[in-house]
């Protein structure tokens, strides 16, 4: 079991950053990958960025390549979304996520957080 909190989110202006963090709880966090979704009002929740348990590995959403960075601190139980030159469309809540293989990200056997908001205004 992966219990996932969020946090960091916030108002920020076009071409702003924020750097949002997903707290984890339970001894297997270094064992997960983990991920960043978001959803915007009125629309589906998509894939932002993961990584994988040992941070050897990243990948993330072509809308997001170059401007955000996912990275994880074993350590500290944490994974984390640097948001760079972030742009109006960025605008969602954001949700991290934890799953036994980066595959399982996208299942529905994933662990959840309860989302924190972004709003990137013009």
């Known amino acids: 079991q992966v219990q996932l909190v969020e946090s960091g989110g916030g108002l920020v202006q076009a071409g702003g950053s924020l750097r949002l963090s997903c707290a984890a709880s339970g001894r297997t966090f270094s064992r997960h990958a983990m991920g960043w979704f978001r959803q915007a009002p009125g629309k589906e929740r998509e894939f932002v960025a993961a990584?994988?348990?040992?941070?050897?590995?990243?990948y993330g959403a072509d809308s997001v390549k170059g401007r955000f960075t996912i990275s994880r601190d074993n350590a500290e139980n944490t994974v984390y979304l640097q948001m760079n030159s972030q742009k109006p469309e960025d605008t969602a809540v954001y949700y991290c996520?934890?799953?036994?293989?980066?595959?399982?990200?996208?299942?529905?056997?994933?662990?959840w957080g309860q989302g924190t908001q972004v709003t990137v205004s013009s």
């Open positions: 996520n934890a799953a036994p293989s980066m595959v399982g990200l996208h299942s529905e056997y994933a662990y």
């Open positions: 990584i994988s348990w040992s941070g050897g590995s990243t």
